[in-house]
């Protein structure tokens, strides 16, 4: 299945979507130009999971397991969903329509 890439392009910048699916879990403080907080992939005490910008996209990054991507990744590895499911949950979030269904690649 293909998506346009002006959605996914809009969803990966859209910091405001990363943030809120990544607060319904983790705890976030800020420290400057990122947000920090314990890692939802591992245990541990000391903060490592980082929130953001990297050349124009909003990412996360952990220090400690090396989890890294974007808010579609996050989706998909801690709703344990496909990359379609993922798109279509982010882009119902952001009152995005997916007129019908997806193009299936030959």
Do not use: W
């Not at 299945?1 to 910048?13: E, G, I, R, W, Y």
């Not at 859209?14 to 907080?37: M, P, Q, S």
């Not at 939802?40 to 124009?56: A, V, W």
């Not at 990054?61 to 499911?85: E, L």
């Amino acid at each position: 299945m293909s998506f346009p890439k002006k959605l996914l392009q809009q969803l990966k910048q859209n910091k405001l979507l990363l943030v809120d699916i990544v607060k319904e879990r983790v705890i976030l403080k800020n420290t400057g130009k990122r947000l920090r907080g314990l890692c939802p992939f591992h245990k541990e005490r000391t903060p490592s999971f980082f929130l953001s910008e990297y050349h124009g996209l909003q990412r996360y990054h952990c220090f400690g397991c090396c989890a890294d991507g974007s808010v579609i990744d996050f989706v998909m590895h801690t709703r344990k969903c496909s990359f379609p499911d993922a798109v279509r949950f982010c882009a119902s979030r952001v009152g995005l329509t997916l007129g019908g269904n997806p193009k299936r690649k030959a």
